[in-house]
């Protein structure tokens, strides 16, 4: 299903209408005729550039890079940043369609940097989010996740609500692509809810979509076929032919997997008939194999090998090997039911050769269960016994793989935990800088008013005699003086704490996993009269989570060590520099050489060996 759901979601994954990438000759025309125009602006010529070169994306992709590279040679001769990002985004684009997903994020990566450069938000959110979905084609969805997080806060920013939902969208298929069925599911349901708050139709339709694919995977039929109907009023609507085939693929599988077989095979036959139309050899192998599902579970075994047959045949021009390995176990399976036993060895020979080159583990399985049972029919022992062992190695390393995913789940819940805990950490310690902030102001702006207030008294004085007026003056040049320096003194205060501000902010939209660590750091920035028991407290903690057993050893081979001795051979295990630990221990770099030579002789290694080494070794 991973390939139709694929080919389901490029629909919504660029920032591109549809319209935009299907051929349109009359829009061709008009840019072309543009184009040759005499004394066309170069501005308006990159833009005519860069929109031919997007209707030549699927269907010429070469004469599109023709097109865009020379939009790009207009806008660097004019020095134009932003048609020069606008022409590398679209040649992200031609990469993406002939599926060079990293020449792609080549080209995306470098619009968003421009942007970002130019201070471009919209052409900077817009990039992240093309590099999010190269990102999931290149199965790194936690980094996609991550770019499409980032493009939502900017779209949010800017009030681009469609895009914004499309990027929480877009989140759900990262989720769903990476097995984390219930945070998929929340990010579909949250956006299509929002959808429906600007009565996005085509939105709607999708999400249900989306919705129902999980609920499919999880075998509640009923459900995934109410989400499904929901979804047809708003499908038909947006005359989208290739949402239409999947909805009613995906209404055929609910209805197959409720035993309704007749009408099952109804609206696969209707959704596979739309697929024709497109041409596409790959996603209408997938209904025709869906078909040959249909009729096996009914017993119907040469209906279903017919429909295996040209499944397979399909796959053999664009298909995948793990692709390929599905069909031949399909046809394999339907040869073993009619008891033709040498062709379904062959096919489950072959399905075990592409599984092995698609390094697929699942139709590995299958192609060895359906070998050890041909093996058992022809009584051949020693065949059997070896695809058995096989199947249990096999399975053995899916338990593996399933037993990591779910711990790889349960991490990224704690995960989020902990960064929503930090967040929270955060932005209280914000709110308190805000605070102070505010005081001083306050106290800057009285302090002021004050001393204003008193130097209109002062002159007024000085007005009275000469002697006055010279001793007044020297008092209104000390006062000035005083004022300068209270005010230097309140501005650098005040950098501090803007400076302070920034980083705050800084760490609490921080993805890093040190986050914790940056916030320590704050805290000894923001008083380094702090006591260090707490902090030390909060080190040690963690580092004996690392390292265990480590001031366990020490203690047991050098019990004489003290605490403070300790605390150095705990920073020299984590490799930090010495200028970190003078830092973290509060003395000099001096201080630092002497007592790590103090400990050298304390714990008697010789001059032939390295503290650093023993400490690293332990």
């Given at each position: ?154 779209f949010k920013s800017l009030n681009d609500s469609l895009s914004y939902i499309k990027t929480i969208e877009n989140i759900g298929v ?445």
């Open positions: 299903m991973k390939t139709f759901y694929f080919g389901f979601c490029l629909s919504i994954l660029l920032l591109l209408n549809s319209r935009a990438l299907a051929q349109n000759l009359n829009k061709i025309d008009s840019l072309q005729k543009l184009i040759n125009t005499p004394k066309t602006a170069d501005t308006t010529l990159i833009k005519a550039y860069n929109d031919l070169g997007i209707q030549h994306a699927t269907s010429n992709p070469i004469l599109a890079k023709q097109n865009i590279n020379k939009a790009l040679r207009i806008a660097h001769k004019i020095k134009k940043p932003r048609g020069i990002a606008g022409a590398n985004n679209c040649l992200g684009v031609v990469y993406y369609y002939q599926k060079e997903y990293d020449s792609a994020l080549v080209y995306f990566n470098k619009a968003y940097k421009i942007n970002t450069e130019m201070g471009h938000s919209w052409g900077q959110a817009s990039a992240l989010h093309q590099i999010g979905v190269v990102q999931n084609h290149l199965n790194k969805y936690s980094k996609a996740i991550k770019s499409f997080q980032k493009a939502g806060k900017v990262s989720y769903n692509l990476m097995k984390y069925q219930k945070k998929g599911l929340e990010r579909f349901l949250s956006a299509n809810t929002l959808y429906k708050q600007l009565h996005n139709t085509s939105g709607i339709g999708r999400t249900y979509i989306h919705i129902s694919q999980i609920l499919i995977k999880q075998k509640e039929y009923e459900k995934a076929l109410s989400y499904l109907k929901k979804s047809l009023p708003h499908i038909h609507s947006g005359g989208n032919k290739r949402h239409l085939s999947v909805v009613l693929n995906n209404i055929g599988i609910s209805q197959r997997g409720l035993k309704n077989y007749d009408d099952a095979l109804a609206y696969l036959q209707k959704s596979l008939a739309l697929r024709k139309e497109k041409g596409n050899s790959k996603t209408v192998a997938v209904i025709q194999s869906e078909i040959g599902n249909t009729y096996f579970e009914m017993e119907s075994y040469v209906e279903a090998l017919h429909y295996q047959k040209k499944a397979l045949q399909n796959y053999s021009i664009k298909g995948s090997y793990r692709q390929k390995a599905t069909s031949y176990n399909s046809i394999a399976r339907c040869f073993l039911k009619l008891n033709q036993i040498d062709s379904a060895k062959s096919n489950a020979t072959k399905a075990l050769s592409s599984s092995k080159k698609a390094s697929d583990l699942e139709t590995e399985t299958e192609a060895n269960q359906t070998l050890a049972s041909i093996a058992e029919r022809e009584e051949n022992s020693l065949a059997a016994y070896q695809h058995f062992k096989n199947l249990s190695i096999l399975k053995d390393s899916l338990k593996i793989i399933k037993q990591e995913e779910v711990a790889k789940e349960l991490y990224a819940k704690y995960e989020t935990k902990q960064k929503e805990s930090q967040i929270n950490i955060l932005q209280q310690l914000n709110n308190k800088i805000k605070q102070r902030y505010t005081i001083l102001v306050s106290a800057l702006i009285l302090a002021m008013a004050l001393l204003t207030v008193g130097l209109l008294i002062f002159i007024k004085k000085i007005k009275h005699t000469s002697l006055e007026k010279e001793i007044l003056d020297r008092e209104l040049d000390t006062k000035k003086k005083e004022l300068t320096t209270h005010s230097l003194h309140l501005v650098k205060k005040n950098k501090v704490l803007e400076s302070l501000k920034e980083e705050v902010e800084h760490i609490r939209c921080s993805e890093d996993q040190n986050a914790q660590f940056n916030y320590l750091k704050l805290i000894q920035t923001i008083n380094f009269d702090l006591s260090d028991d707490t902090s030390w407290e909060n080190f040690k903690r963690s580092f004996e989570q690392v390292h265990k057993d480590f001031y366990s050893i020490i203690k047991s081979k050098y019990p004489n060590v003290t605490s403070n001795e300790l605390r150095l051979m705990a920073l020299l295990k984590i490799n930090l520099s010495s200028k970190e630990i003078a830092s973290i221990l509060n003395i000099t770099q001096e201080g630092v050489r002497k007592a790590r030579y103090r400990l050298r002789k304390k714990l008697d290694i010789p001059s032939n060996k390295i503290l650093m080494d023993m400490i690293l070794n332990i």
